[in-house]
């Protein structure tokens, strides 16, 4: 049982008018239970200037922690992502835009601003020479998700990979598959540079690995590469492996849209 009533033995510090607290009873096998709930708040001039000013600094208060346990959440998130201060630095913003890129630009924000407002988990493949942007493209993405508390892992596929090799001198294998698992269901996994380096079998067989997961489990990725479809399939298809070559092809083109980038290389521009 519960009962509700006023007490009216506090006053107003400021005016002396008395107020009303609530108080519940509760009655529970026999005992009884009493909970006293807030004072009500005069409506005196001088109450009202003194919880203006007590709500004001209470908010504040509650924006300051809000704030710290983002920025500690982001901290984290950009400690395991992979990404070194460079690809940090990139955004939507200091991307140098020319005629050649401005549609490639467009296309990225979009995405970004889909994943992050629409909750649209596409994949995309962004292609285009050497020194088009390909990479800040996919940096500036990851910095957008990473400031919206969502998870990225970055890298090239070497790099990546090189985490699972370095396992087998602790715990081997079962800290082989932590890595394949992480890799596999992290929110978002951007490849960086694929076909840069020609892949081993074993290289290769790990990225399929990870690609099918991701693949069954509708997890984007993100690839950026110099090559198109029949030349990445020759660069990842290291000796003649093509059967496992054209299975990981097919996987990222059905998940993935594209963005093409054209023009030359930026980085020219500063010799």
């Known amino acids: 049982m519960i009962q509700t009533t ?37 409506d005196c001039d001088r109450s009202k200037e003194y919880w203006k000013r007590i709500d004001y600094e209470k908010e504040q208060e509650e924006k ?26 990139y955004n939507f913003d200091n991307y140098k835009v020319n005629p050649d890129n401005q549609k490639a630009l467009n296309k990225a924000k979009k995405y970004a601003e889909d994943y992050i407002k629409n909750n649209k988990r596409g994949s995309l493949f962004i292609t285009g020479g050497v020194g088009t942007g390909k990479t800040h493209l996919a940096a500036s993405i990851a910095n957008e998700l990473i400031k919206n508390e969502i998870p990225v ?77 029949d030349k990445l399939r020759e660069r990842l298809a290291n000796n003649k492996n093509y059967e496992i070559a054209d299975s990981i092809i097919s996987r990222l083109y059905e998940m993935c849209k594209g963005i093409a980038i054209y023009g030359d290389d930026k980085r020219k521009e500063l010799v």
């Open 6 to 42: 006023f007490l009216n033995d506090v006053k107003c510090k400021f005016c002396g008018k008395e107020l009303r607290q609530k108080e519940m009873l509760f009655d529970l096998e026999d005992k009884k239970f009493t909970i006293k709930g807030q004072i009500e708040r005069c």
């Open 153 to 229: 892992v970055f890298g090239t596929l070497i790099n990546l990979l090189n985490d699972i090799k370095d396992s087998y001198s602790s715990d081997g294998y079962e800290k082989e598959g932590y890595i394949i698992e992480r890799y596999s269901k992290i929110n978002m996994l951007i490849i960086d540079d694929l076909g840069k380096e020609r892949p081993s079998e074993w290289t290769l067989e790990k990225l399929f690995t990870i690609i099918n997961n991701r693949y069954e489990n509708n997890l984007p990725v993100i690839i950026t590469t110099n090559y198109n479809r």
């Open 64 to 89: 300051r922690l809000e704030l710290q346990r983002k920025n500690n959440i982001i901290d984290r998130l950009y400690s395991n992502s992979k990404m070194n201060i460079r690809l940090k630095s």
